[in-house]
């Protein structure tokens, strides 16, 4: 095997003209491969690929084959086969084409020439020492016997095998822990599924239970509610027929009675009168609790219904304290229900009264359109902050020195809320011990127009 001359941008070029020489051309794509970094399979795939094409065009004039790497954005290693005629048909570039990246025949000039291109590794730095060192690779080489190409055909084969080998071997390795890995996989999966489907039974159970208790509850309330109503009706009747008896025992037409007996039926009537109230609240709140309380909004008067509230709290309004209620030229007439809107603020006033041992009671009113809002600010003993929320439960009552001396249910408050809520409006309480309570009633507001003056009586002739 001979150097020819190489072309321009070749690292080397050489006649091909007997099959010693192929066996030579096996080695030296090898050896280039080896010097530009190539792995051991690359290195055998070009090896076997050149020598595929050396063989095949063997015996065609002026077949010579070089060694370039060209320039150009994709850097390769690029081996040409070139010669002038002969008799032989088309290459047969399949076998070639299976080991390299690209193979391609090419015509033109009186010439053909077949170009087996492959990509340079990544690690490989082009520069002068670089490119010399696979110029001294190219050139090392001898001419070897059919012998020795089969030797060396042989050995790359045993190399080939060797890392097929571990190559199956790694590949049964990994086999195997991806199996293993998917059977933790499985079992994880599975503990989750039972996991879950446990959770699931409970929250089952969780929501039936809570059903059953809810259903409970409200069988519960019906029942309750069903006992406040037919008990206030049962007691309703013989406390009014107690109220109304001892009215006419002390009427001024009826038989002259003593001092004493005359006291004693004050107080029975008092006391039928608070337990009257009593019954009718309670009446009251079974209804609202049913959905059973009717509503009659109408235009009402706030003066004259504050007048009259404010003429009857006062006879309960001790020496030390003051009651002051709002102006009467500020109060407008409204749309509200006047029996609810009366005992809410009946109700409130009597607490603020009955826990206020000196100092005042006041009741505000001012309108925000579209509200109205009743404020009642007192100077009594106050509502601990740990209890707020407790004193809107129904028969609840606040420990303390006055609760001995001022008994009650505890419906004052959560029956001034639920009718307030009734009316479209809501009930707020802020207080401090020792310094007062203050209740704000805020309800819509509906304005009625003043009535027009009458049209003046025309004049008859």
């Not at 095997?1 to 006649?15: C, F, I, K, N, V």
């Not at 009537?269 to 109230?277: I, P």
């Amino acid at each position: 095997m001979s150097l020819g001359a190489p072309e321009p941008a070749t690292l080397a070029a050489y006649d091909l003209t007997t099959p010693q020489d192929v066996f030579a051309l096996r080695r030296i794509g090898q050896s280039a491969a080896e010097a530009l970094g190539m792995d051991r399979q690359d290195q055998v795939r070009i090896a076997t690929a050149l020598s595929e094409l050396g063989r095949d065009r063997l015996g065609c004039e002026g077949l010579a084959v070089s060694f370039a790497l060209p320039p150009g954005p994709e850097r390769v290693l690029a081996v040409v086969f070139g010669w002038t005629g002969g008799a032989k048909a088309d290459p047969d570039l399949e076998p070639a084409s299976r080991l390299l990246h690209r193979v391609r025949h090419e015509t033109g000039g009186g010439r053909e020439r077949i170009v087996a291109e492959h990509p340079l590794p990544t690690s490989w730095v082009d520069s002068t020492d670089a490119r010399r060192g696979v110029i001294d690779a190219l050139r090392r080489h001898a001419s070897p016997t059919h012998a020795d190409d089969l030797r060396e055909q042989t050995r790359d084969l045993i190399t080939a095998l060797e890392e097929t080998r571990a190559q199956r071997e790694e590949m049964r390795r990994l086999n195997e822990e991806l199996e293993e890995t998917n059977r933790g996989v499985l079992a994880l999966y599975t503990e989750l599924s039972q996991e879950l489907e446990e959770t699931n039974s409970g929250v089952v159970a969780l929501h039936a239970e809570l059903e059953e208790k809810s259903a409970r509850l409200r069988e519960t309330s019906e029942a309750k509610t069903r006992f406040w109503r037919n008990i206030s009706h049962e007691l309703r009747t013989p406390v009014n027929a107690v109220v109304a008896l001892t009215r006419l025992l002390l009427a001024p037409d009826s038989a002259p009675l003593t001092d004493e007996q005359r006291r004693q039926l004050s107080l029975i009537d008092a006391s039928g009168q608070s337990l009257l109230s009593l019954v009718g609240d309670l009446l009251d709140v079974a209804k609202a609790e049913a959905g059973q309380l009717e509503i009659n909004a109408a235009p009402t008067d706030l003066r004259a219904l504050l007048a009259q509230l404010g003429a009857v709290m006062r006879n309960t309004v001790t020496s030390d304290v003051v009651l002051l209620m709002p102006d009467p030229s500020a109060l407008p007439v409204a749309v509200t229900d006047e029996a609810l809107l009366t005992r809410i603020l009946r109700n409130l006033l009597s607490n603020a009264l009955k826990f206020t041992e000196k100092g005042e009671v006041s009741l505000e009113f001012r309108v925000d359109a579209p509200w109205m809002a009743f404020t009642v600010t007192d100077t009594g003993v106050g509502i601990p902050e740990d209890e707020l929320s407790k004193v809107f439960e129904e028969f609840y009552q606040v420990r303390g020195p006055l609760q001995r001396t001022h008994r009650g249910t505890g419906l004052g408050l959560p029956y001034a809320r639920t009718l307030t809520e009734l009316l479209g409006g809501a009930l707020r309480l802020s207080s401090t011990p020792g310094a007062g309570t203050r209740v704000e009633v805020e309800l819509p507001f509906t304005p009625v127009p003043p009535p027009s003056a009458p049209a003046a009586p025309e004049n008859t002739p």
